[in-house]
């Protein structure tokens, strides 16, 4: 979830579209174990283009702007479903939801679709020791009391185990302190500890001492180090917390960011032409004591405009102690002297920007290509059976050159690049489960389409029961232009030809 501005969730539903930032330490592909690539695969949660290198001018990121500048840096990707669970399963998988069949918290596709291979079980299959550390398919957060409905609740959709056996070579990593994520442990005003929504914290104060993302930093580089000497390449997976809500992060950081140089989101209002179902009411925002305390209309709002500076604030907070984290872990990189034969990719589950369309289906044969391994074929459709196959591309020919800077990536032809994303809803209108609904509830399934001029977006009937989607059943539509429209404020599905134009897009 990124800072919300109010009235504005539906930019962050079908459409989210991901930062990716690939870097390609070496031109050697070879296959012999000596000389293979080790693969580092940072994934960050619910960060969105906040960051210098995708040109935002506020915002402290040195240290992945560092990484962006000597790697390809998509500038248009897109998450496949923008919820942790079901975002990472599609990517680690390289199947989209509708083939996961996840689109909650709630199953394990090896039992529920299909045996599908991961990433990381490929690469362990093919000689890489594998290794988890933090959220990389799910975690086991500690829950605000009473809520049932929290992003990332203990789930089964890797099983209770980040899919271990299959895809991890040791049991997954996962920081001690992360139970204390949504507890009482925000200092708010009147002296008391809370469940806070903006929680700048004194480490030194908080129990254990310590911040999730500061231990997994500090495991992943201790396993650097072992790696260091390894006979074996290895695919390390780390995943950051941050900046997903709560904005749980050193104090200190907030110095960066005065509010009187927060500006507020450029388009605050609800709107006009946006279908209810499209919105989006950040129930889990709300549950923050801070923010019940604001007695905020549901569903629409407004925020007062005093706490969306400080939201904004503390996301950005947030996002810069994010970077430091990345370039301590990069750092070591160095200092193992490890940078030269290990690629990097760095991507979040969510997030969104504005050249090359790519989708995080595109991952894994991406991956799997770069380190020189066989691409796995393109899936069959249907594909349940079929354990090893991909939906994404692979984008290896964006990698083609070697001086990225002198000779980037030449699209072919821009008006073929297509990608495809959904969000499930359990109602026309906004309702307290409207954000996450379990698959039982699931009634629409809004399915979008983006293209360099344009996102598209019909809502339509959806059986839970058959992962069936009607769309004769149409609910809603939109329709937005990106030169005339960018930030998507202008609603134009009833003045085009409406579905006609679906049915000529759809695969
Ligand atoms: C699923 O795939 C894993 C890994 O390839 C394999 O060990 C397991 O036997 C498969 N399970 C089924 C039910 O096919
Ligand atoms: C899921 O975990 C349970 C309990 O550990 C185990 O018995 C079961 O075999 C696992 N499922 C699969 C598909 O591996
Ligand atoms: C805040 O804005 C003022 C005026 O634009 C600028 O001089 C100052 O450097 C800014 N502070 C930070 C920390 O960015
Ligand atoms: C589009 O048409 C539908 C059905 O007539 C209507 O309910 C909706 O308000 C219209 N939307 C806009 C943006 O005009
Ligand atoms: C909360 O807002 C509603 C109207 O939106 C109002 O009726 C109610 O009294 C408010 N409650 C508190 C505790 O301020
Ligand atoms: C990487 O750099 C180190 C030290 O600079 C060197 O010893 C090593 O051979 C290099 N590896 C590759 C694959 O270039
Ligand atoms: C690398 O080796 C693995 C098995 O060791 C094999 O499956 C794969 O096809 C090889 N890749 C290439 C590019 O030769
Ligand atoms: C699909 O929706 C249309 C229009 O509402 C309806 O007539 C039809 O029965 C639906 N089909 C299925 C399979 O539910």
């Given amino acids: 979830m990124p800072p919300p501005r109010t009235g504005r969730g539906l930019l962050w539903l079908g459409l989210v579209l991901s930062s990716v930032c690939v870097a390609l330490g070496s031109e050697t592909q070879a296959n012999s174990t000596t000389d293979a690539l080790n693969v580092l695969l940072i994934i960050v949660d619910d960060l969105r283009p906040s960051l210098g290198c995708y040109g935002d001018k506020l915002v402290r990121s040195p240290n992945i702007d560092q990484l962006a500048s000597h790697s390809l840096l998509f500038q248009n990707a897109f998450a496949q479903q923008a919820v942790c669970a079901p975002s990472r399963v599609s990517f680690l ?262 050249m090359d369309l790519v989708e995080l289906v595109s991952l894994f044969p991406t991956l799997a290509g770069l380190a020189g391994l066989q691409v796995p074929p393109r899936c069959p459709v249907p594909s349940f059976h079929v354990e090893l196959c991909r939906e994404g591309k692979n984008l290896l020919k964006h990698f083609r050159f070697r001086d990225l800077e002198e000779d980037p990536y030449l699209p072919g032809n821009p008006r073929e690049l297509i990608a495809y994303s959904q969000y499930p809803r359990p109602s026309d209108i906004p309702q307290w489960n409207s954000d996450k609904p379990s698959l039982k509830d699931i009634k629409i399934m809004g399915y979008s389409i983006r293209t360099i001029d344009y996102r598209y977006t019909v809502w339509v009937g959806f059986n839970p029961d058959e992962f069936l989607a009607n769309f004769s059943d149409i609910h809603a539509g939109e329709l937005y232009f990106v030169d005339s429209d960018p930030l998507q404020d202008h609603n134009m599905y009833n003045d085009s030809q409406g579905g006609d134009l679906f049915q000529l897009l759809m695969p």
């Fill in 93 to 354: 998988t390289g199947r989209r939801p509708d083939t996961t069949r996840l689109y909650d918290f709630n199953s394990y596709w090896r039992v529920h679709a299909g045996n599908f291979s991961t990433i990381p079980q490929y690469f362990k299959e093919n000689g890489y020791v594998t290794m988890s550390v933090g959220k990389v398919f799910h975690p086991a957060l500690g829950l605000l009391q009473d809520d049932s409905s929290h992003h990332c609740v203990p789930g089964i959709s890797s099983n209770h185990t980040d899919d271990s056996p299959y895809s991890w070579s040791f049991p997954p990593y996962h920081p001690s302190s992360e139970k204390y994520e949504n507890t009482k442990t925000c200092r708010g005003p009147d002296g008391e500890l809370h469940a806070n929504l903006l929680c700048p914290v004194d480490v030194l104060d908080v129990p254990e001492g310590t911040l999730p993302d500061k231990q997994s930093t500090e495991q992943a580089i201790q396993l650097l180090e072992k790696m260091k000497t390894s006979a074996s390449p290895f695919f390390l997976a780390v995943g950051y917390h941050k900046p997903h809500i709560p904005f749980r992060y050193p104090k200190e950081f907030q110095k960066l960011y005065p509010l009187e140089n927060i500006t507020l989101a450029p388009d605050p209002e609800v709107p006009d032409g946006l279908p209810p179902v499209a919105y989006n009411p950040w129930m889990d925002i709300r549950q923050r004591e801070d923010v019940q305390a604001l007695n905020i209309s549901v569903p629409y709002g407004p925020i007062p405009v005093d706490f969306q500076r400080k939201i904004r604030q503390s996301y950005f907070a947030s996002v810069s102690y994010l970077d430091t984290q990345v370039g301590r872990l990069l750092s070591a990189l160095d200092d193992l002297q490890l940078a030269n034969s290990t690629i990097i990719a760095f991507t979040s589950d969510h997030g969104r920007q504005s």
